[in-house]
């Protein structure tokens, strides 16, 4: 059975940081591309992050570009996502999801292609 357990979220103000991680089982990080995506109540899914699985490509939602950053301890099989200058639009639950096939499209579109998902996790950011 495929497993993704996010942890890492938490309440932040304006301006601070979090690192989120999404650790696996079931599947080895080696052989899959990694994403995080992130929701809010009554908005479609937003691709903020994705990893291919030989780590050689990395892809950015505009909106979070020079303020996070993806990275990947294939020895841990864990994805991290440092996310650094807050902001209250960064508010949503964040939620890290595999799949074999890697691409920026499937990144971009909130996710569709990706196979195995975790439960999420909430990220507030306060005023």
């Known amino acids: 059975e495929v497993q993704l357990v996010e942890s890492g979220g938490g309440l932040v103000q304006a301006g601070g940081s979090l690192r989120l991680s999404c650790a696996a089982s079931?599947?080895?990080?080696?052989?899959?591309?990694i994403g995080w995506f992130r929701q809010v109540p009554g908005k479609e899914r937003e691709g903020v992050s994705c990893?291919?699985?030989?780590?050689?490509?990395?892809h950015y939602a505009d909106s979070v570009k020079g303020r996070f950053t993806i990275s990947k301890d294939n020895a841990k099989n864990t994805v991290y996502l440092q996310m650094n200058s807050l902001k209250p639009e960064d508010t949503a639950v964040y939620f890290c999801?595999?799949?074999?096939?890697?691409?920026?499209?499937?990144?971009?579109?909130?996710?569709?292609?990706?196979?195995?998902w975790g439960q999420g996790t909430q990220v507030t950011v306060s005023s």
């Open positions: 079931g599947i080895s990080f080696d052989d899959y591309a």
């Open positions: 999801a595999a799949t074999f096939y890697y691409s920026d499209t499937y990144c971009s579109n909130g996710g569709e292609g990706y196979d195995y």
């Open positions: 990893i291919s699985s030989s780590d050689s490509i990395t």
